[in-house]
């Protein structure tokens, strides 16, 4: 099994009633997603991506052509197991309440009670929805169902996480907390496949990228590579003082080279959710639904998604990360921009000096209404943990499971 | 099976929760006891029983049946058209797992249903003589012919090929055949004729009919007749003289082994009448004689249509007859759950809907809908019997298996019509829907094409 995902001349024609080919959706594609990578396809609408998503999981089949999905078939329910699938849409059974979703899906994926129940708990966690977690989901919000949908795929613990256009109809903010969870499963050795035509999105969390259209593959290659100017130089510092530019500048031209002196551009998401949260601030007082303390939650939010999966995932993580290196260099530089060193890295490699914001002080708006939650973030957390530690850590039944599914992951990941 | 079962429990929760369930559920709930209340039938006990017994179980049948064609293919349906099975179909679940976990649901929650509205349509025949204070003659006719189950025994059609075969040749030789009849149609004439005349009794004849097997568990047996009468005398009414006793005697005249009971009764021409002999007439072989006297002073010949004389006596109880009729109606939406699966798997909602109901309402009728085209076949014969009789063939005789017809006229739903039903309504009809619907469903595109 070189690759997690490969495809073979894959090729998907739609014809009309009478056999006439109309559309070549999907044209001799030959793909390959290595383990532990987040691979992005790219496209812009009609290209393809999701169709060759359909493909690899059986709901469409190839007209010609082959797609290996963790060297099997991806309809075969064995292959399955291992899969997290979210579709373009969180396609969910309205009269379920969130947490009898989830508990549907455990149960399709034949998880016994106890861990189902764990993993549930923790997810609806993760994904913030615990307060919610009673109500159908027929009622709930685009942003909210999209959570919901990504807790789905991730109930089975999978090693392949297939995303079709993760970040749609979610806001700045959740847009952030997803490719943040994306950056975190590719650590503890998932492999990610997301189609996208958001390009930002691909950008941050990618290692590598395709960029699709006509059902043909463009380009491809590392984010990095693609994207590097490499007959350039770029120095980052703090505020200096004029002299000092002047003495630079000085050395620099004795280099006879070309140099230019202003302070960065802010990155475009950063700056992006800056303004929709002032017109959401805005537009509030007309809306009349107020509630400024979302932000606690959020933070809280991350910080147990981290714990959370930790535990969840239990995969191994900075040990093995250098296995990987432009990979995960990356990876742990956005997915731990809390901490100071990781900072650095990631301002190095995204050209930015200030660090990304995964937590602005940003209300999101599609929860005012639903998340009582939000008022004791701090309450929250340690009784969050403490459940966790008792359900994931401590019983052994429960511990032994998930060993047992954490082990081929563990070696993948070595033989990548 | 713990994947089947998960799929099952979301489509009854699925059922409920869209509501489709609760509202047939709530209108049986509600017209069950109405009807118990206000139906009245003949004004006697029996007849009040009848009326209500037959509306609420129709109900009950009917409106299940709608709910089952519905929900079986509403939850596969929609399922592909709000794209939930996105999700599910990659999870690892086989495909004939998902369609087993959707029929295993239907059919929970129609076991459900159908216990429940059958328990209470029972349980309301059982207290209306206890509400309605019946006089004590009523009360007996209840008892004796409603709350009780009796093997009917009918005449078979007389075997008079022999007779026909001797006229034919007979007509033949003095060159009397009718002209312009093929050979097929003059038989067919003849037989027609022969059998009538079995059927007949002039002024003053005698009719004479054997059964076999009479084992009667009470102390009395019916008789259940219609007659028609030609010509008609003003007032439709007709004399017969009845005999029941050892066959032995009625027919040539030897010794009786049992009493002969001889009764005459005044009827009505064209409907059905009852009357009661006591169970000693059944000599210990069980060689039941009937015997039809058309008395002289009736002026009028006395015929009994082909199904127009049946013998019945009491073999089971009502509650055990009951039971096994309600099964019926079980069979009956076993067979379009798997119906509404088959059409579901390669078909949208509303033209699924359609398909079944076209289906049941077929079914309901198949009795007719036999003979009209078995009429039609005459002009068709080949095109017919290669076609339109193998699709007709494959539809179920809901008519046939109705449980009204039996609990009705407090007639025995026997295990052998009750085996065949399964047998030909489930084991066949409606596996074959089921395996072609996952045939389908096995090999079709899931996604909708988008490009």
Redesign the interface.
């Known amino acids: 099994m070189e690759y997690a995902i490969e495809t073979i001349s894959l090729t998907k024609i739609?014809s009309d009633w009478w056999g006439r080919t109309k559309?070549f959706?999907v044209d001799n594609l030959d793909l390959q997603v290595r383990h532990n990578e987040v691979f992005g396809l790219l496209g812009p609408n009609?290209s393809?991506k999701?169709?060759t998503l359909?493909m690899l999981?059986?709901?469409?089949?190839p007209t010609k052509g082959k797609a290996i999905v963790l060297g099997g078939d991806?309809a075969d329910?064995?292959i399955?197991?291992r899969?997290g699938?979210?579709?373009e849409?969180?396609?969910?059974?309205r009269?379920?309440s969130a947490r009898?979703t989830l508990d549907?899906?455990g149960?399709?994926?034949?998880l016994a009670p106890k861990l189902r129940k764990m993993r549930i708990e923790a997810l609806l966690d993760m994904v913030g929805l615990k307060a919610v977690a009673n109500r159908?989901v027929g009622t709930f919000s685009k942003g909210m169902a999209r959570r919901i949908?990504l807790a789905?795929?991730l109930i089975?613990d999978p090693d392949l996480l297939i995303l079709d256009e993760p970040t749609t109809g979610l806001d700045p903010i959740g847009t952030r907390q997803i490719k943040d969870l994306i950056l975190k499963l590719a650590e503890r050795g998932k492999t990610v496949l997301l189609s996208s035509h958001l390009l930002a999105d691909v950008e941050d969390v990618c290692d590598r990228i395709a960029i699709l259209y006509g059902g043909k593959i463009q380009s491809q290659g590392q984010v990095k590579e693609l994207l590097q100017q490499t007959n350039k130089r770029q120095i980052m510092t703090d505020a200096l003082s004029d002299e000092t530019v002047e003495k630079i500048k000085q050395l620099i031209q004795a280099e006879s080279s070309e140099c230019v002196v202003t302070s960065p551009l802010d990155k475009l998401e950063s700056f992006f959710i800056r303004t929709v949260t002032a017109a959401q601030q805005q537009a509030q007082p007309t809306s009349g639904a107020v509630s400024t303390t979302k932000i606690g939650d959020f933070l809280t939010q991350q910080q147990t998604t981290e714990s959370i999966l930790d535990k969840l995932v239990a995969a191994p993580v900075s040990e093995e990360t250098p296995q990987e290196p432009p990979a995960t260099q990356k990876v742990a530089a956005a997915a731990d921009s809390g901490s100071e060193p990781n900072e650095e890295l990631l301002s190095r490699l995204t050209d930015s000096t200030e660090p990304p914001q995964p937590v602005p002080r940003v209300e999101e708006k599609e929860k005012v209404g639903t998340q009582p939650v939000d008022s004791h973030p701090v309450e929250q957390e340690p009784e969050k943990e403490s459940i966790l530690d008792k359900l994931v850590g401590r019983s052994p039944p429960e511990d032994g499971g998930e060993q047992e599914t954490d082990k081929p992951q563990a070696g993948e990941s070595g033989d990548a | 099976m713990r994947r089947i079962w998960a799929v099952a429990t979301n489509t009854i929760k699925q059922a409920l929760r869209m509501k489709i369930g609760v509202v047939f559920m709530v209108l049986l709930l509600v017209l069950l006891p109405v009807l118990g209340m206000t139906t009245t039938g003949d004004e006697t006990l029996k007849g009040r029983l009848q009326t209500f017994v037959s509306y609420g179980l129709s109900l009950t049948s009917f409106l299940l049946c709608l709910l089952t064609i519905i929900i079986s293919i509403y939850s596969v349906t929609s399922d592909i058209d709000q794209r939930q099975i996105y999700t599910v179909i990659t999870k690892p679940i086989r495909r004939f797992q998902l369609l087993f976990g959707k029929l295993l649901g239907v059919l929970v929650l129609d076991i459900a249903l159908l216990s429940v509205f059958s328990t209470i349509i029972f349980v309301l025949a059982i207290y209306t003589p206890v509400f309605t204070r019946p006089s004590e003659s009523e009360l007996i006719e209840a008892d004796n012919e409603f709350f009780t189950a009796r093997a009917a025994l009918n005449v078979p059609p007389a075997d008079v090929t022999e007779e026909v075969m001797d006229r034919y040749e007979k007509l033949k030789e003095l060159d009397r055949l009718p002209p312009g009849y093929t050979y097929e149609q003059t038989i067919a004439e003849l037989t027609k004729q022969a059998q009538l005349a079995k059927r007949a009794a002039g002024v003053g004849d005698m009719l004479v009919w054997e059964f076999n097997n009479v084992k009667p568990l009470s102390n009395s047996l019916f008789i259940r007749f219609k007659y028609d009468i030609f010509p008609n005398p003003p007032d439709s009414q007709v004399y017969g003289e009845w005999l029941a006793g050892d066959w032995q005697f009625l027919k040539y005249g030897q010794r009786p082994k049992t009493p002969i009971y001889d009764q005459i009764h005044k009827n009505a021409a064209r409907t059905f009448h009852e009357i009661e002999f006591p169970a000693g007439v059944v000599p210990e072989d069980g060689r039941l004689g009937i015997a039809f006297v058309n008395v002289p002073y009736n002026n009028s010949a006395v015929i009994f249509p082909p199904d127009g004389l049946e013998v019945l006596y009491k073999a089971d109880t009502f509650a055990g007859n009951f039971i096994r009729a309600v099964l019926l109606i079980l069979f009956r939406l076993v067979f379009l759950a798997c119906l509404g699966l088959f059409a579901s798997s390669f078909l949208s909602f509303p033209v699924a809907i359609l398909f079944c109901l076209v289906v049941f309402f077929t079914a309901s009728f198949s009795g007719f809908v036999n003979d009209s085209f078995s009429l039609l076949s005459h002009n068709v014969g080949v095109f017919y019997s290669y076609t339109i009789q193998w699709i007709v063939g494959l539809l179920p005789q809901f008519d046939k298996y109705n449980p009204t017809k039996f609990i009705v006229p407090a007639k025995l739903v026997n295990w052998s019509l009750l085996a065949r039903c399964v047998f030909f309504m489930v084991c066949i009809k409606a596996l074959l829907a089921l395996i072609l619907g996952l045939i389908i469903f096995r090999y079709r595109e899931i996604a909708r094409i988008t490009v």
């Open positions: 739609f559309v959706a009609g393809g999701s169709t359909k999981l059986g709901l469409l089949h991806g329910p064995k399955n197991a899969i699938f979210l579709p849409e969180s396609y969910l059974y009269y379920l009898e549907f899906y149960r399709i994926f034949g159908a949908g789905q795929a089975n």
